[in-house]
């Protein structure tokens, strides 16, 4: 009888969760596609901006809001897509939506990463991107358009 509780319970579980990743249309953040992004209604001004931004052309949202090795790209996509998917559920998210301190520093390093031989005349912290200026500080506009 325990064993048949414990089962039905794992079935309902599995069916529910299953469910929600494909309504939520989930194997679609596996993907380098950037209408990913607009899954969730809240981050059209930031899919609007992108696509007319300077880096359009060159470079999709993983390329500067992940990082580029395999492991640590999904490690930080599983961490996000649990963060987006409970503050969207509970309705507990920041307006506007605003970068994380640990986003941040993967947004920093990947400027420098592509960036490397432009910036490493003003890096005074080589090998050490938190250490340098921030970015977009400066660069605002450069990957989601002009700033309202």
């Known amino acids: 009888m325990l064993a ?7 079935g309902l579980f599995a069916g529910v969760g299953g469910y929600t990743f494909y309504y939520a249309r989930g194997l679609s953040y596996l993907s380098n596609d950037p209408r990913a992004c607009v899954n ?3 981050m059209r ?17 993983n390329d500067c809001h992940v990082p580029h090795d395999l492991v640590g790209k999904y490690l930080t996509k599983a961490e996000n897509g649990y963060h987006h998917s409970r503050g969207f559920t509970l309705q507990d998210f920041h307006e506007p939506i605003a970068i994380k301190p640990g986003n941040s520093a993967v947004l920093q390093a ?5 960036h490397r031989q432009i910036v490493s005349g003003i890096n005074t912290h080589p090998g ?12 605002r506009d450069v990957g989601h358009g002009p700033v309202k």
């Open 45 to 61: 001004d930031q899919f609007d901006g992108w696509q007319k931004s300077p880096h359009h052309a060159v470079a999709t949202c």
């Open 110 to 114: 990947n400027c420098v990463e592509c």
């Open 128 to 139: 050490n991107p938190r250490e340098m200026l921030d970015c977009v500080h400066c660069h």
């Open 40 to 42: 969730c209604h809240i």
């Open 4 to 10: 048949l509780a414990l089962a039905s319970t794992a």
